[in-house]
């Protein structure tokens, strides 16, 4: 496997600098040496110099006056930073397990490399398919009649996809410009026929833009193929470094050793290390992972009441 052949990108604001460090470093820890590029949003320095010191790392500062970070995803995938054949995305909140390189190139240029939902997600109704029919006809001056990936959508955490899909990158970047507000900062949008931001703008092309890439019909990422390879997503809030929940806890084993990696090549001083990702605090976290949603809820409202 050429690992040159792949440039993976991540992107986080401050709360996910941990989350993209994690990340690097667990491809650096399983021998996987792609090229990276991070988005960082209001990011300290400190936390740049950690994520650069995995090496082959590039920065990109995002402004914080742009959409939310994850709405970025198209731009960083076609930026000029990316010079590989190859391009994949990683959401900031996962680590690889094992050396997963054989699934960062895809089988056929004329797909992508992405998850459909099956089931579809409830949110996606006949009228929001509607409404992004109608949306990419705007975009491209044509739109498909009918849904090629049906009653469901994507999921995108984990992408791959040729540079020759370039063009459709862009009109990615362009559409979600144009559908999601400038000051939606969140990924979640509940109300909305976007209601997952740049995924379901990304879904939206995949089902109705007549010159869309495949959508790939297996996914091996998810440890299908091989249970000792893959793409672990933590999906839901608090987050790892922020708080071990009831979901994420399955995935103590394969963080906890990354978080001691970077320990022992001294990127991080232990003393530096969040507590949920001390071993030592691995017991009083297990215990309260089940109340951790609702302790996460908390903050964040006593952060949006105070200001």
């Known amino acids: 496997m050429n690992e040159m052949a792949t440039t993976v990108v991540t992107a986080g604001d401050k709360a996910f600098a941990w989350g993209a460090l994690l990340l690097v470093a667990s491809m650096r820890r399983n021998g996987m040496r792609h090229p990276v590029v991070v988005g960082a949003m209001n990011w300290p320095d400190s936390m740049k110099r950690r994520v650069e010191a995995l090496g082959d790392v590039k920065i990109h500062d995002l402004p914080l006056s ?108 362009v559409q979600t410009e144009r559908v999601i507000a400038p000051d939606v900062i969140t990924p979640w949008q509940k109300g909305s026929a976007y209601f997952q931001t740049d995924e379901s703008v990304l879904g939206s092309l995949l089902c109705f833009d007549p010159n869309a890439p495949r959508v790939v019909e297996r996914y091996k990422a998810n440890g299908s193929v091989d249970k000792n390879r893959y793409f672990a997503h933590f999906a839901y809030n608090p987050k790892p470094w922020q708080m071990w929940n009831k979901y994420s806890m399955k995935w103590h084993d394969v963080v906890a050793p990354v978080a001691e990696w970077l320990v022992e090549n001294d990127i991080v001083k232990a003393g530096e290390l969040p507590l949920p990702l001390r071993e030592s605090w691995w017991p009083v976290c297990r215990a309260a992972a089940p109340l951790a949603p609702w302790v996460w809820r908390a903050m964040k409202l006593k952060r949006k009441l105070l200001g």
């Not at 970025?72 to 990683?90: E, N, S």
């Not at 705007?138 to 009918?146: H, P, Q, R, W």
């Open 66 to 173: 742009r959409q939310c970070v994850a709405c970025q995803k198209p731009m960083l995938m076609a930026c000029d930073d990316v010079k590989t054949d190859w391009v994949c995305w990683a959401d900031s909140d996962a680590v690889f397990v094992g050396n997963c390189s054989e699934w960062l190139v895809g089988d056929d240029l004329e797909e992508i490399v992405v998850r459909k939902y099956d089931p579809p997600p409830p949110l996606l109704t006949e009228e929001r398919l509607a409404i992004w029919r109608r949306d990419v006809e705007k975009l491209c001056g044509t739109a498909l009649g009918e849904s090629r990936l049906g009653n469901t959508t994507v999921n995108n955490p984990f992408i791959v996809i040729h540079r020759k899909w370039r063009p459709f990158l862009e009109r990615w970047r």
